[in-house]
Every structure is written in C-alpha cells, then in structure tokens.
C-alpha cells in the first residue's frame, strides 16, 4: 500500500469543530435563557406590584364604606353591635392605613400615594360627620357605655334640644343626606385618580419590561437557529465524510470487492489498509487450488490451507475450534475403515449446514478438524455452543445407516493469542481438557486450563 499522504477533510478534526461550536451556542442559549427568565421575572412583578397598588386603593374605599354602612345601620335602629364594628374597623383594622402603607412603595409611586392621602384625608373629615350622628343616637337612647372619642363631641343647641325621637331622626339624616354623599364622592374621586396613576405607571413598566421580553426572545430565537443550522451541517458532514462511505463499503464488503478510498482522511486511511489486506487475502486464496487446499475425501481444506490461511488471518475478529472424533479407533475397528470415512464426510457436510460460507472447516489429521469463525469480534458464546450441541444432535443420528458418534472441542477467541502458533496450542489444550471430562463436550479456553496444564 502507497504510504498515506494526501491531505482532505478531517472527520475527527470536523467533530471537534463542531463540538466547540455546540458548546459555546449552548453557553449562549443558556446565558440569553436565563436573561429571559430574568426578564419575565421582572414582568411578573411589575404585574404582582400593579395589583397589590390596585389592592391596596379598593380597601382604602372598601374599609370607607364599611364605615359607611355601620354608621347608617346605627343611626336606624341604635344597635350597638354596628358601633362596636365601626370602632373595630376605625381603630384596630386600619386597613385604610395599610393601604397607605402598600401603596408607599418609592417615589414612583409618589403621585398615586398623593391622591390615597388626599382620600384618606376626606374620609378623616367625614369621619367627624359619622361621629356627630353617632352622639345624637347615645343621647336619645341614653346609652352610657361607648368609646370616649364620643364625649368629644359636642351637640348644637337646636339638636341638644330635639326630643329622643327627633335625634334619631336627625342621625340618620347627618350620614344619608347629599352633602354626606357629596363628600363620599369626593374620596371615590381621589382614589380614582390615585387607579390612574397605577395604571399609567404599571403600564409604562410593564411596557418596558415587553419590549425586553420581545428582544430577548428574538436573541434566543436567532441562537437556536444558528444552532440548528450548525447541527444540521454537523450531520450532512458526517453522512458524506463518514457514514455514507462506510455503507458504501459495507456493500463492496459484500460483494468482496476492494473498498473506494473516498471520505475523510481517517476512512480513506482504513479503506486502504483494508484494500491491503484484501489484496494479500485474494491473493493467498488463488494460490489455493482444490487439489493443493483440499482434503480429497471430505472435501474440507487440508493441511496446507489451514497453514496457508492461519499466516494471514485476522485473530481479533476470529474464533477458532479444534475438533477431535470421539472413540474413532473404536469405528474403525469395529465397522471398518469405509464406515470411519463414512462418518467423517458426514461430520464435514454438518460443519458446512451448520457454519457461515464465510467460515472456514479443515481437516489436519485422521479425525481432527479446525473450524475458523471469522468476521466474529463480537459473537455470543452461546451462539457457539447452540452449534455445537446440533452437531452433536445431528452426529448421533443413525438414520443414515452410520453409527452414532460424537466430538469434543475446544474454542478460542482468537484475541487471546498472540499469533498462530500460540492460538492452535490454546485451542489444542482446550480441546484435551474436553477429553478429560469425559468427551462429547466443548470447552472455552481459560487462564485455568493453562495453569492446569502447566502444573
């Protein structure tokens, strides 16, 4: 083979590439997600915020006009429960100073706390309205017990002088007539304008924040893109440098033809590595003639093929099997040569039913034979022991008139030697151990089987 020097793409130096690119795009993609993230976060707050603020108007309404409603329901009938709430939610509730509290967020919402404190200041004053109407009812019910805040308050003449009946009357009109809704609409005005200022400024940040989410997503968006566009180059690149021209030779692998040195350099460095051993394999083979590879009566390959083939095969990817006759004196003796023959033909055409066309059966002795499994890195054990048990099924048959017989065997992977010589002695000791076990039987070759033999 000419020494490899032609420079092309590099398939290796492809994937590296790639795998470079690939690393830094999804660094991008996972720094433009969590800016995504970032920004959605922030979105969502400006909404949470944008709705606590509304919250926090409406109770400061809310907590007006249960006011309101107490108030009125005092001044009709005098019961004290109504009071008591009042002054439950006047002084111990507060929710309308908690809304001031939430809305006091920083001085962007400065100008919507304005118009709640300007609300809140008008509900105070409408408050000393409540209070006049509430000591016109203690006085014409005569209560005694109610909050000291009341003594504060101090009747006109014309309403100090007014029968019980008359100051009830007159209680109900303070908190129903229109200068009291007047001023009520004065605080639904005030927190009015305080919702606007919320809205124009949660929709300015929210606006922002959209503009941020919708460029983010345009980055992340273009990211991907790229990304998908390099992977699709990644794939295209391998299918023409690397899997296209190993299918290629796969189906010249077949046809047992020479491969094309087409591809990346590392494939065109192995296409000719092959070709040279492809070559060196055809021409071993031509130098086999029938007669000279041959054994005349079985037709299996003889002595000098197995020599022939053994200098040149590949151990890896091969198994090896040693096959010994059990008792076949004992034939021999007691049915004759001709049906000793008879039995090892027979033994010979059930290796080439039972093995690959691609395997390889010799006879190098009386009653020995190999079988080479080639092409087999990777080949199950119990691939090879279900062959040799229908060899055995099939040897002690006597249908055909031949008596029944069987084989001991010994295996080995052909990586486990370290050239021929040393693979037909592993295979020679692994087939005596089968001997020693009482025969008909098959044995892997093992570390023991050589501490054994040395010992």
Known sequence: ???????????????????????????????????????????TAAVEEHMALEKAAHELM??????????????????????????????????????????????????????LEQAMNNSLELMQREYYAMRLVIEAKGYTDYPEILDDVELNAEDEALSPDEKMRRATEVVLDSEYYEQKDLIRTDMKESLDEVDNL???????????????????????????????????????LGIHPVLNAVDRIREDSPIPEAGANEFRYLAQAYNKMYNRYRTSLERLNFKASHDELTGAYNRAGYDLLLSSIDLDS???????????????????????????V??????????????????????????????????????????????NYELA???????????????????????????????????????????????????????NGNG
Do not use: W
Request: hydrophobic share 40%; glycine share 8%; with cysteine.
């Open 1 to 43: 083979m000419k020494k490899y020097t032609e420079r092309g793409v590099s398939l290796r130096g492809i994937l590296i590439l790639m795998i470079v690119i690939m690393t830094v795009m999804a660094g991008i993609v996972g720094f433009s997600t969590y800016r995504l993230t970032m920004t959605f976060n922030h979105l």
């Open 62 to 115: 809310d907590a007006s006009d249960y006011l309101t409603e107490n108030v009125q329901r005092f001044t009709v009938n005098g019961d004290m429960r109504f009071l008591e709430q009042y002054f439950t939610e006047a002084f111990e509730t507060n929710r309308r100073e908690e809304a001031l509290r939430k809305m006091d967020v920083d001085e962007r919402t400065g100008n919507a706390l304005n118009q």
């Open 202 to 240: 949660m929709y300015s940040a929210k606006g922002s924040e959209l503009s941020a989410l919708q460029k983010e997503l345009k980055s992340v968006r273009m990211v991907v893109l790229i990304q998908t566009l390099c992977i699709f180059f990644m794939i295209i690149m391998t299918s023409l």
């Open 318 to 344: 091969t198994y090896m099997m040693l096959i010994d006759v059990d008792n076949f004196k004992g034939i021999n003796d007691n049915y004759g040569h001709e049906t000793g023959d008879k039995v090892l």
């Open 346 to 391: 027979k033994l010979v055409n059930i290796l080439y039913g039972i093995f690959r066309d691609d395997d390889y059966i010799f006879r190098i002795g009386g009653d020995e034979f190999v079988v080479f499994i080639v092409h087999s890195e990777k080949i199950r054990k119990g691939l090879i022991e279900s062959k040799i048990d229908k060899i």
């Open 397 to 451: 048959d006597t249908e055909d008139g031949l008596p029944p017989v069987s084989i001991s065997i010994g295996i080995v992977q052909g990586k486990d030697a370290a050239n021929g010589m040393e693979l037909f002695e592993k295979t020679d000791a692994a087939m005596y151990e089968s001997k020693k076990k009482g025969k008909h039987t098959y044995t892997f070759y093992s570390t023991e089987i050589e501490e």
